[in-house]
């Protein structure tokens, strides 16, 4: 039953990574607001997936799994400014 648990965290946050990059993708040369919107999006819910591991991990419903770190979205504010 834990392995489930395990495997659908691990699931999630790599599917949330795979629709980052591709939203980024489709988006690299559209409006700057878009793209940092997707980036604000996609990083919220991946902090959600995050802290939902860390309280499964802290209840010990599931041990750590292998991709407890994870990866770092990079900041794109810099590089798509937002018009103000």
Same mark, same amino acid.
Do not use: C, W
């Given at each position: 039953?834990? $392995?489930?648990?395990? %495997?659908? @965290? !691990?699931? +999630? *946050?790599?599917?949330?990574?795979?629709?980052?990059?591709?939203?980024?993708? @489709?988006?690299? $040369?559209?409006?700057?607001?878009?793209?940092?919107? #997707? $980036?604000?999006?996609?990083?919220? &819910?991946? /902090?959600? #997936?995050?802290?939902?591991? +860390?309280?499964? &991990?802290?209840?010990?419903? @599931?041990?750590? %799994?292998?991709?407890?770190? *994870?990866? /770092? %979205?990079?900041? #794109?504010?810099? !590089?798509?400014? +937002?018009?103000?």
């Amino acid at each position: 039953m834990l $392995h489930d648990e395990t %495997t659908q @965290i !691990e699931q +999630a *946050r790599q599917d949330l990574k795979d629709a980052q990059d591709d939203l980024t993708n @489709i988006l690299n $040369h559209g409006p700057a607001e878009i793209l940092q919107f #997707v $980036h604000k999006v996609t990083s919220h &819910l991946m /902090e959600k #997936v995050d802290a939902l591991e +860390a309280s499964l &991990l802290s209840a010990g419903m @599931i041990g750590a %799994t292998s991709t407890n770190a *994870r990866a /770092e %979205t990079p900041d #794109v504010s810099d !590089e798509y400014p +937002a018009k103000k």
